[in-house]
């Protein structure tokens, strides 16, 4: 084996580990919304008719899936992004596994909320 996989696979047992590999993780799901997303305002320039019925799409229950998904992995994204912050600029690194729990359940929470309010 070499250092790096080594090294790598050290690494995995560790929660920054986990952390950092749902912060990817989430960006990348939001990476792949915002074209779409920018496809959907831009049916709007087409016309209201064209901009409702992108929107009908919606009610689909595998998009509200996906929607909820989304502001999850949004939720999720913005508080690992803010432990990344605290780690740099503080030196905060106790109770790291405690932080991603906390982020992850925030980033739960986010979507729950949202499904709720949007049923």
Same mark, same amino acid.
């Given at each position: $084996?070499?250092?790096?996989?080594?090294? !790598?696979?050290?690494?995995?047992?560790?929660?920054? %580990?986990?952390?950092?590999?749902?912060?990817?993780?989430?960006?990348?799901?939001?990476?792949?919304?915002?074209?779409l997303?920018?496809?959907?305002?831009?049916?709007?320039?087409?016309?209201?008719?064209? !901009?409702?019925?992108?929107?009908?799409?919606?009610?689909?229950?595998?998009?509200?899936?996906?929607?909820?998904?989304?502001?999850?992995?949004?939720?999720?994204? $913005?508080?690992?992004?803010?432990?990344?912050?605290?780690?740099?600029?503080?030196? !905060?690194?106790?109770?790291?596994?405690?932080?991603?729990?906390?982020?992850?359940?925030f980033?739960?929470?986010?979507?729950?909320? %949202?499904?709720?309010?949007?049923?």
């Open positions: $084996m070499t250092i790096a996989s080594e090294t !790598f696979r050290a690494s995995r047992r560790k929660p920054g %580990f986990l952390a950092a590999a749902l912060h990817r993780l989430s960006g990348v799901a939001l990476a792949i919304f915002l074209p997303h920018f496809l959907t305002l831009g049916s709007a320039l087409a016309g209201a008719d064209r !901009f409702e019925s992108v929107l009908a799409l919606t009610q689909n229950p595998l998009i509200k899936a996906a929607e909820w998904g989304l502001v999850s992995a949004l939720a999720l994204h $913005m508080a690992l992004g803010l432990r990344v912050l605290a780690i740099e600029f503080w030196g !905060f690194r106790e109770r790291t596994a405690v932080t991603v729990s906390a982020a992850c359940g980033g739960l929470a986010a979507g729950l909320i %949202f499904l709720a309010s949007a049923s």
